[in-house]
């Protein structure tokens, strides 16, 4: 039986972190281009090692995007051309509304996605498994969620960031500016 979880989204922005969120592993130094899909639509790297994206990515983009939220990429990867194509062999890349995928300050990243959006960082949800940006995203108003590296993104996580984001809205976070 399917569980229904209720989820119910009110953000207007949600950005995951590629590296370790949306995939196992970090791009720019675990897995070793040129990648290639097969017709199963499994995705490899140069050496035939197999690169899955977390099980749950999939599922919570569609539901995002079928909510009309808004959904970028944020990744201060040391090879975005890589990070992008792979967004595209798992069939991924059009869910994103927005990407900033470049080496920099987190903080930078977001400066452009409000720029672009004008949507307020106390409006967005953020998933990463590097504490230094929870820490400095926090403190500018963006609701964080830790992801351990082990599972990346998961269903029950996203859900626990949902009811964090609920709780910060709640507070009525006084609005912050970079």
């Known amino acids: 039986m399917k569980r229904n979880t209720g989820m119910q989204v009110h953000g207007k922005r949600f950005l995951p972190e590629t ?93 452009r996605f409000h720029k672009q959006s004008k949507i307020d960082y106390e409006d967005m949800l953020f998933f990463d498994d590097e504490s230094r940006n929870i820490r400095d995203l926090s403190k500018i108003g963006v609701t964080c969620i830790f992801v351990d590296e082990d599972y990346g993104l998961t269903k029950d996580l996203f859900e626990e960031g949902l009811k964090e984001f609920a709780k910060n809205k709640t507070k009525g976070h006084a609005k912050r500016e970079l």
């Open 19 to 111: 590296n370790y969120t949306l995939w196992p592993f970090w791009v720019d130094t675990h897995v070793i281009p040129p990648f290639t899909k097969r017709s199963d639509g499994r995705v490899f790297d140069r050496n035939k090692d197999e690169m899955v994206l977390h099980k749950d990515v999939r599922p919570i983009l569609q539901q995002l995007q079928s909510k009309g939220i808004k959904i970028a990429a944020a990744s201060r990867t040391d090879s975005p051309p890589d990070a992008k194509t792979l967004l595209k062999l798992y069939d991924i890349d059009q869910y994103f509304n927005y990407k900033e995928i470049y080496p920099g300050c987190k903080k930078t990243h977001f400066q």
